[in-house]
């Protein structure tokens, strides 16, 4: 059974829900965990032609839940990836390895997918759910979704895919503004400068989400499959997982930082980091 993530087959099209709005769609491990089985199974299931992957609540995903984070997350989820010989390594980075652990495993199944993969954005995408969005081979928006990097705000590198596809996608000058300005874009921005595929009005997305996955349940599966691999090909995606790996490495390590402790501060108070004093 599946905790905070909900799936619905309806004939050839699979669609993937987060449904965690209290926490704004935030993962923990355990939705981590169960997101990556569903995307698994989708994937890997040759009766579905056609992923859709959303979150519910006018939120699509908010990245790790933070709040999990802080609080040292759950005994179990730390010790599920350390040898039973070793002890259960402690602080934040540990904490973010085992939810990007999975979320990494998702995002490389989704690009290595031969089948589409369509990011229904309605609401708020930022950091790890920015990163979620992107590796989808398609991002269609309502016009109610925003768009933000959002790790700089609490001292983190990024991580999801982010630092890998955003210079492919927008060009490597506005990459680095998202980086270092954090603009939050609303959706007609992030369609004029190539980040999403198309942005509807909210009240017919939901309609527009569907002919778009009819559409291509539709269409030729093996042919979209090997031509999804060569442009994969051509876009470099082939080190893709090599540098989820460096994502991972340096964002635990900037997690344990003396900056991502007054990040997380700020967070939680509602205020602006003041880095320079942390």
């Excluded at 965990?33 to 994937?43: I, V």
């Excluded at 874009?185 to 909210?202: H, K």
Aim: proline share 3%.
């Amino acid at each position: 059974m599946l905790t905070h993530i909900r799936t619905d087959r309806r004939g050839r099209i699979g669609t993937i829900a987060i449904d965690r709005p209290a926490r704004f769609n935030s993962l923990d491990v355990e939705t981590a965990r169960d997101l990556r089985r569903a995307a698994l199974q989708y994937a890997r299931d040759d009766a579905v032609k056609v992923v859709v992957l959303k979150g519910v609540g006018g939120v699509f995903c908010s990245g790790a839940d933070l709040k999990y984070i802080s609080s040292g997350g759950a005994e179990a989820d730390l010790a599920y990836l350390t040898p039973a010989a070793r002890e259960i390594p402690r602080g934040f980075g540990e904490i973010f390895k085992q939810i990007l652990e999975y979320l990494h495993s998702t995002i490389s199944e989704i690009r290595r997918s031969g089948k589409p993969f369509i990011a229904a954005v309605d609401g708020i995408a930022a950091a790890g759910g920015f990163g979620l969005a992107m590796s989808c081979d398609l991002v269609l928006a309502s016009d109610r979704s925003t768009f933000e990097w959002a790790y700089s705000k609490t001292g983190l590198t990024g991580a999801e895919s982010s630092t890998f596809l955003l210079p492919r996608l927008i060009g490597f000058r506005r990459a680095m503004e998202m980086m270092l300005l954090n603009p939050r874009l609303d959706a007609a921005r992030a369609l004029e400068i190539g980040l999403i595929t198309s942005v509807t009005p909210s009240a017919a997305f939901d309609a527009e989400v569907a002919a778009i996955a009819e559409r291509l349940a539709d269409g030729p599966t093996q042919a979209f499959g090997v031509a999804k691999a060569l442009l994969n090909q051509a876009a470099g995606i082939d080190r893709l997982d090599f540098h989820l790996d460096q994502e991972l490495q340096h964002l635990a390590r900037s997690a344990d930082s003396a900056e991502f402790q007054e990040g997380l501060r700020a967070f939680f108070d509602k205020r602006a980091p003041v880095f320079s004093r942390s």
